[in-house]
């Protein structure tokens, strides 16, 4: 099992572009969310999903959207890039809430200049 | 909303001496769970609570749930090189909100 895949690993932006971070899990997990990581902020939620069909927003959404089509697919778009969107983006999975723990993709890391 | 608090910030040990980091907070969490990071890398699970006192051991790692169900810990007995990295506690009602972590760097 592959698990949680993101794509692309590292990505460089200028300001104003848009583009579409991918992530994808093979577990047949309801539960997806994204997670943004900056130094001494820990890991803030962006948007999040409890099924296909289903999504809301986290503590972090301006600027970012979503949409889940499938189960397995849960990308997160970035509208107009700015330089305080320069982070690490994780993608997460799992069973719904209190059946076991998330699973993280490797991550994404993107600097926008 | 739900707000989670992990203290300390930061922990630096020699090699050999325990380690504890602390999660509280504010509202009373369905279930908290527990993750560490290794620099550079990714989150990954290490343990999930639910029941209101709950204890659990993962060989060294002792996970604890706090009786009112908003605050939990984790120790290490006798931290070793291998234990470094960044240890989060997650708080989950319907979705998870973390806590900004401990780093724990362990001088051999």
């Known amino acids: 099992n592959a698990g949680v895949t993101q794509t692309p690993k590292f990505q460089v932006l200028k300001t104003g572009q848009s583009m579409t971070l991918q992530c994808a899990q093979d577990?047949?997990?309801?539960?997806m969310s994204w997670y943004r990581q900056d130094p001494g902020m820990g890991l803030r939620l962006i948007h999040y999903?409890?099924?296909?069909?289903?999504?809301d927003q986290g503590e972090v959404p301006n600027g970012y959207n979503v949409s889940r089509s499938t189960t397995e697919d849960f990308p997160l778009r970035l509208l107009s890039a700015a330089p305080s969107q320069t982070s690490v983006y994780f993608c997460a999975s799992s069973r719904p809430a209190g059946t076991g723990g998330y699973t993280f993709g490797s991550g994404t890391r993107l600097t926008v200049v | 909303g739900q707000q989670v608090m992990q203290i300390p910030q930061y922990q630096h040990v020699q090699e050999g001496e325990d380690f504890t980091t602390y999660c509280n907070s504010s509202t009373t969490l369905s279930n908290i769970q527990w993750y560490k990071q290794r620099p550079g890398g990714h989150p990954v699970f290490l343990i999930q609570l639910v029941k209101s006192g709950e204890v659990k051991k993962q060989k060294r790692l002792t996970f604890q749930f706090g009786e009112a169900k908003k605050n939990s810990s984790l120790h290490i007995t006798a931290t070793q090189t291998t234990d470094v990295g960044t240890y989060f506690c997650g708080g989950s009602n319907y979705k998870l909100t973390f806590g900004k972590g401990t780093l724990l760097t362990v001088n051999p």
């Open positions: 577990m047949n997990h309801e539960y």
């Open positions: 999903s409890v099924g296909a069909g289903i999504t």
